[in-house]
C-alpha cells in the first residue's frame, strides 16, 4: 500500500502576465482514504491548487511552475493528464463545462471508450457508477435536463467509470439545494469508505465537520493551516481567514437590517402564471416588491425561483396575469444577474465590464470613472480591474458581475445565487453594498440556497415549490429550520 495518495513538494506556480505568484511553497501530504476538506477567501489559489493535483497545471494552463506533485508516486510533470485520469478524478463547480455528450450513458462511456476498454466492460462501469451515485434511473435521460444535483451526481459517476482512486471536487455545493448537497455528501462519505481519498474545495463548511479528517486553509497562495475540522467552529480564524459559519441557524438570528419603510410597491404581481410546455409552470404568483425592500426566494431546486425572476426582468413572457411597475413606463429598469457569471460577463477587463452601456446614464467620462472607482473599492476589486474577467476566481467574477451592474443603477436588482464562490470576506463586502442600496430605496430580489446570506440581506422570505408560492413572511419568523424542511423535501440538515 502507497505510503500516500498525493505528494506535493514546495509546489509554486504563476499564471502568465501576473506579478504574484498564485501558488507559494506548497507542501502536504495526503494518505489514501483521507478526506481533505481545502478552504480560504476567493482568489488565495484553492483552484489552482486543485489544476494541479491532475496535471492541467502545467500541461494545459502556461505559467511559471517548479516544485512537483505526485499522484500515486506519478509525478505530474512526466505523465499525460490522460494518464493521471485513471488514478485521479476532477469535478468542476459546474458540471456542464465536463460534460461531453448529451445522454448520461453515453457521458458514462465516454473516458473508458477513449481508453480503449471493451464494450462488456464498460457497460458493467456504467453500471455500478450509476448505482454508486443513486442515479441509475437516469441513464437514458438528457443530461442537460437534469437538477443542479442529479448533474453533479452524474460528473461524479463519470469519473468513477475510470476506477480512479483519488476524487477532487471544485465548489460542487454552490448551486444545490439543501437536500441535493446532502445527497452528494452522503455519495462522498460511502466514496470514502470504499478507501477513496477525497479532496473538497469549498467555502460552505457544514459539511466537513462531519466528514473532513483534515482542514486545509489558504491565503494568498500559502497553507496558513492544517488542522482538525474543529478549527472551523473557531470565529476569530474564521473572521481572519473569510470563512463561513459551518453552524449557521444553530447561531442567534441577527439580520443586518430588517426594517423597510412603508411606501408604494416599485411592482405588483397579480395571479401570474407562466408554463414551458413540459408540465411545469408558474400558477397563480402573487407578490410585491416595495423601495429599499431585499425580498428572498428560496425552494427547492426547480421550484421555479429562476423562473420568475426571467419573468420580472422581460426574459420571458408571462401566460396570464399582470406586472405593474411604479411608474408604469420603459424607463423602469431591471437589472438580472444570471447564476453562472461566465454567460453575462463579455469584456476584456473588469474596467470596461463595468463601464460598458453607461453612456445611457449620460454621466460624462470622469463622472463615470468615479462611479466605477467608487463600486470597485467598495466590491475589493480595484487591484483587479485591469484583469480579463474570465482569468478571475469564481468569486471574483461573481463580484464583478454585481458591480456591472450595480454601477448601472437599476430600479430592482434580480440575483440569482449571487453568492456562488465566495467566501465569508467577500460575502460581507455585498452584504454592506445591499445594506447601502437598501438606503438609497433600490428594489433587491435575492434567489439563493444561502442561509448566511439570506440572514443578513433580506427583509422579507417567500417560498416557492413545484411553481406556487406556499409561504411569505419576514425572514426571521420564516428562516427555520422546521420551514425549511417543508420547504425542500428531505431536508434533515444545513448546507451553509
Not at 502545467?58 to 512537483?68: A, K
Given at each position: 500500500?502507497?505510503?500516500?495518495?498525493?505528494?506535493?513538494?514546495?509546489?509554486?506556480?504563476?499564471?502568465?502576465?501576473?506579478?504574484?505568484?498564485?501558488?507559494?511553497?506548497?507542501?502536504v501530504?495526503?494518505?489514501?482514504?483521507?478526506?481533505?476538506?481545502?478552504?480560504?477567501?476567493?482568489?488565495?489559489?484553492?483552484?489552482?491548487?486543485?489544476?494541479?493535483?491532475?496535471?492541467?497545471?502545467?500541461?494545459?494552463?502556461?505559467?511559471?511552475?517548479?516544485?512537483?506533485?505526485?499522484?500515486?508516486?506519478?509525478?505530474?510533470?512526466?505523465?499525460?493528464?490522460?494518464?493521471?485520469?485513471?488514478?485521479?478524478?476532477?469535478?468542476?463547480?459546474?458540471?456542464?463545462?465536463?460534460?461531453?455528450?448529451?445522454?448520461?450513458?453515453?457521458?458514462?462511456?465516454?473516458?473508458?471508450?477513449?481508453?480503449?476498454?471493451?464494450?462488456?466492460?464498460?457497460?458493467?462501469?456504467?453500471?455500478?457508477?450509476?448505482?454508486?451515485?443513486?442515479?441509475?434511473?437516469?441513464?437514458?435521460?438528457?443530461?442537460?435536463?437534469?437538477?443542479?444535483?442529479?448533474?453533479?451526481?452524474?460528473?461524479?459517476?463519470?469519473?468513477?467509470?475510470?476506477?480512479?482512486?483519488?476524487?477532487?471536487?471544485?465548489?460542487?455545493?454552490?448551486?444545490?439545494?439543501?437536500?441535493?448537497?446532502?445527497?452528494?455528501?452522503?455519495?462522498?462519505?460511502?466514496?470514502?469508505?470504499?478507501?477513496?481519498?477525497i479532496?473538497?474545495?469549498?467555502?460552505?463548511?457544514n459539511?466537513?465537520?462531519?466528514?473532513?479528517?483534515?482542514?486545509?486553509?489558504?491565503?494568498?497562495?500559502?497553507?496558513?493551516?492544517?488542522?482538525?475540522?474543529?478549527?472551523l467552529?473557531?470565529?476569530?480564524?474564521?473572521k481572519?481567514?473569510?470563512?463561513?459559519?459551518?453552524?449557521?441557524?444553530?447561531?442567534?438570528?441577527?439580520?443586518?437590517?430588517?426594517?423597510?419603510?412603508?411606501?408604494?410597491?416599485?411592482?405588483?404581481?397579480f395571479?401570474?402564471?407562466?408554463?414551458?410546455?413540459?408540465?411545469?409552470?408558474?400558477?397563480?404568483?402573487?407578490?410585491?416588491?416595495?423601495?429599499?425592500?431585499?425580498?428572498?426566494?428560496?425552494?427547492?431546486?426547480?421550484?421555479?425561483?429562476?423562473?420568475?425572476?426571467?419573468?420580472?426582468?422581460?426574459?420571458?413572457?408571462?401566460?396570464?396575469?399582470?406586472?405593474?411597475?411604479?411608474?408604469?413606463?420603459?424607463?423602469?429598469?431591471?437589472?438580472?444577474?444570471?447564476?453562472?457569471?461566465?454567460?453575462?460577463?463579455?469584456?476584456d477587463?473588469?474596467?470596461?465590464?463595468?463601464?460598458?452601456?453607461?453612456?445611457?446614464?449620460?454621466?460624462?467620462?470622469?463622472?463615470?470613472?468615479?462611479?466605477?472607482?467608487?463600486?470597485?473599492?467598495?466590491?475589493?476589486?480595484?487591484?483587479?480591474?485591469?484583469?480579463h474577467?474570465?482569468?478571475?476566481?469564481?468569486?471574483?467574477?461573481?463580484r464583478?458581475?454585481?458591480?456591472?451592474?450595480?454601477?448601472?443603477e437599476?430600479?430592482?436588482?434580480?440575483?440569482?445565487?449571487?453568492?456562488?464562490?465566495?467566501?465569508?470576506?467577500?460575502?460581507?463586502?455585498?452584504?454592506r453594498?445591499?445594506?447601502?442600496?437598501?438606503?438609497?430605496?433600490?428594489?433587491?430580489?435575492?434567489?439563493?440556497?444561502?442561509?448566511?446570506?439570506?440572514?443578513?440581506?433580506?427583509?422579507?422570505?417567500?417560498?416557492?415549490?413545484?411553481?406556487?408560492?406556499?409561504?411569505?413572511?419576514?425572514?426571521e419568523?420564516?428562516?427555520?429550520?422546521?420551514?425549511?424542511?417543508?420547504?425542500?423535501?428531505?431536508?434533515?440538515?444545513?448546507?451553509?
Amino acid at each position: 500500500m502507497l505510503d500516500y495518495a498525493l505528494e506535493i513538494n514546495n509546489l509554486n506556480f504563476k499564471y502568465p502576465h501576473q506579478i504574484n505568484q498564485a501558488l507559494k511553497n506548497i507542501g502536504v501530504k495526503i494518505k489514501p482514504g483521507e478526506f481533505l476538506f481545502i478552504t480560504g477567501k476567493s482568489g488565495c489559489g484553492k483552484s489552482t491548487l486543485a489544476r494541479c493535483l491532475n496535471g492541467i497545471i502545467p500541461h494545459i494552463m502556461g505559467g511559471e511552475f517548479s516544485g512537483e506533485v505526485l499522484v500515486k508516486s506519478k509525478n505530474t510533470l512526466q505523465h499525460e493528464i490522460s494518464d493521471l485520469a485513471q488514478d485521479i478524478g476532477f469535478i468542476f463547480q459546474n458540471p456542464e463545462s465536463q460534460f461531453f455528450t448529451v445522454k448520461v450513458e453515453d457521458e458514462l462511456a465516454f473516458a473508458p471508450e477513449n481508453m480503449g476498454l471493451n464494450p462488456p466492460e464498460i457497460e458493467d462501469r456504467i453500471e455500478w457508477a450509476l448505482n454508486e451515485v443513486e442515479m441509475g434511473e437516469y441513464r437514458f435521460e438528457n443530461v442537460f435536463n437534469l437538477s443542479e444535483g442529479q448533474k453533479q451526481r452524474i460528473a461524479v459517476a463519470a469519473n468513477l467509470t475510470l476506477l480512479p482512486d483519488i476524487l477532487v471536487l471544485d465548489e460542487p455545493t454552490s448551486n444545490l439545494d439543501p437536500p441535493a448537497a446532502r445527497k452528494l455528501f452522503k455519495i462522498l462519505g460511502k466514496l470514502q469508505r470504499q478507501n477513496k481519498t477525497i479532496i473538497l474545495i469549498d467555502h460552505r463548511t457544514n459539511y466537513a465537520l462531519q466528514l473532513a479528517d483534515r482542514v486545509l486553509i489558504m491565503d494568498q497562495g500559502e497553507i496558513v493551516q492544517d488542522q482538525k475540522p474543529d478549527i472551523l467552529l473557531d470565529e476569530d480564524t474564521r473572521k481572519h481567514y473569510g470563512i463561513r459559519n459551518p453552524q449557521v441557524l444553530d447561531d442567534n438570528f441577527s439580520p443586518v437590517n430588517n426594517e423597510t419603510k412603508p411606501q408604494k410597491p416599485l411592482l405588483n404581481i397579480f395571479k401570474l402564471h407562466y408554463s414551458y410546455g413540459n408540465g411545469f409552470s408558474l400558477d397563480d404568483i402573487n407578490l410585491h416588491i416595495s423601495p429599499g425592500e431585499v425580498l428572498g426566494v428560496v425552494g427547492a431546486n426547480g421550484s421555479g425561483k429562476t423562473t420568475l425572476a426571467k419573468v420580472l426582468a422581460g426574459i420571458l413572457k408571462p401566460d396570464k396575469g399582470s406586472i405593474s411597475w411604479s411608474n408604469d413606463d420603459s424607463s423602469f429598469k431591471v437589472g438580472m444577474i444570471f447564476q453562472n457569471p461566465d454567460h453575462q460577463l463579455f469584456m476584456d477587463s473588469v474596467y470596461n465590464e463595468l463601464n460598458f452601456g453607461l453612456e445611457e446614464l449620460k454621466l460624462k467620462t470622469e463622472e463615470a470613472a468615479y462611479k466605477i472607482d467608487l463600486i470597485l473599492n467598495s466590491m475589493n476589486l480595484a487591484k483587479l480591474k485591469k484583469r480579463h474577467p474570465h482569468s478571475l476566481s469564481g468569486g471574483e467574477k461573481q463580484r464583478t458581475l454585481i458591480s456591472a451592474f450595480l454601477v448601472r443603477e437599476p430600479h430592482l436588482l434580480i440575483m440569482d445565487e449571487p453568492t456562488t464562490g465566495m467566501d465569508y470576506y467577500h460575502m460581507q463586502k455585498v452584504v454592506r453594498e445591499i445594506n447601502r442600496l437598501q438606503k438609497e430605496d433600490l428594489g433587491i430580489m435575492i434567489i439563493s440556497h444561502d442561509l448566511e446570506f439570506l440572514q443578513q440581506t433580506t427583509t422579507r422570505l417567500v417560498i416557492l415549490s413545484q411553481g406556487k408560492l406556499i409561504k411569505e413572511g419576514p425572514t426571521e419568523k420564516l428562516l427555520t429550520k422546521e420551514n425549511l424542511r417543508q420547504c425542500f423535501p428531505g431536508y434533515h440538515g444545513l448546507s451553509s
